[in-house]
């Protein structure tokens, strides 16, 4: 069965650091490119960033672009998420999301990341 | 970068058919057809529908329908039941981010 956990939620303070993690199980991770999407709390989804398959090419929004950074450990299935100089507006349930089909095909539960002092 | 833009609420009586819009630019919708549309209840994470403008993962019920036309994409849901009442994104491929931008978001109401 596939599985996206998510995981390194939790509350930080404006300006801090967080380390988001996403275990994979029940498909081959390597072959799939990856995402994480946010959503706010009573808000819409965002797109968050992207990453290859073999880690190569990277995207981000504009939104987090320089300070949140993307990667991948395809022998460990997992995906990772750096955010440092984390705003107010950055709290939200983070999901990681598999890519096929130039869709989302799949999404993990998600975590909570809350910003405030 | 912009959200795609969609209308806050939809609704419709059950066995009617509703149709959901959602308003890009040539840079995403119209200049692709990497259009996909997404079911969330609440608390719950968002579930594929549509992916690729008109094509239905497996499993997925063949009352959800997608089309694209120019710059618009639209959902249409046939055969309204009491559990499509939900909230509808639709997203798709933008060379603006050079990867995803997602819709507004859509509540829709069974009355």
């Known amino acids: 069965e596939e599985q996206l956990v998510e995981s390194g939620g939790g509350l930080v303070q404006p300006g801090g650091s967080l380390r988001l993690s996403c275990a994979a199980s029940?498909?081959?991770?390597?072959?799939?490119?990856m995402n994480w999407v946010r959503q706010a709390p009573g808000k819409g989804l965002e797109w968050v960033s992207y990453?290859?398959?073999?880690?190569?090419?990277?995207y981000y929004a504009d939104s987090v672009k320089g300070r949140f950074t993307i990667s991948r450990d395809n022998a460990k299935s997992s995906l990772f998420l750096q955010m440092s100089s984390l705003r107010a507006e950055d709290a939200a349930f983070y999901y990681c999301?598999?890519?096929?089909?130039?869709?989302?095909?799949?999404w993990g539960l998600g975590t909570l990341v809350t910003v405030s002092s | 970068q912009s959200a795609l833009t969609q209308p806050a609420s939809v609704s419709g009586s059950p066995g009617q058919s509703i149709t959901i819009s959602c308003t890009g630019t040539s840079s995403d919708i119209g200049g692709y057809n990497y259009v996909s549309w997404y079911q969330q209840y609440p608390g719950k994470a968002p579930k594929l529908l549509i992916y690729?403008?008109?094509n239905r993962p497996s499993g997925v019920s063949y009352r959800f329908s997608g089309s694209k036309s120019g710059n618009t994409a639209s959902l249409t849901i046939s055969g309204l039941q009491a559990e499509d009442e939900a909230d509808y994104y639709c997203s798709s491929y933008s060379s603006s981010t050079s990867w995803g931008v997602f819709g507004t978001g859509t509540k829709v109401t069974v009355l």
């Open positions: 990453i290859s398959g073999s880690g190569r090419k990277k």
């Open positions: 029940g498909f081959t991770f390597s072959n799939f490119e």
């Open positions: 690729k403008v008109t």
């Open positions: 999301v598999r890519d096929h089909n130039w869709a989302y095909d799949f």
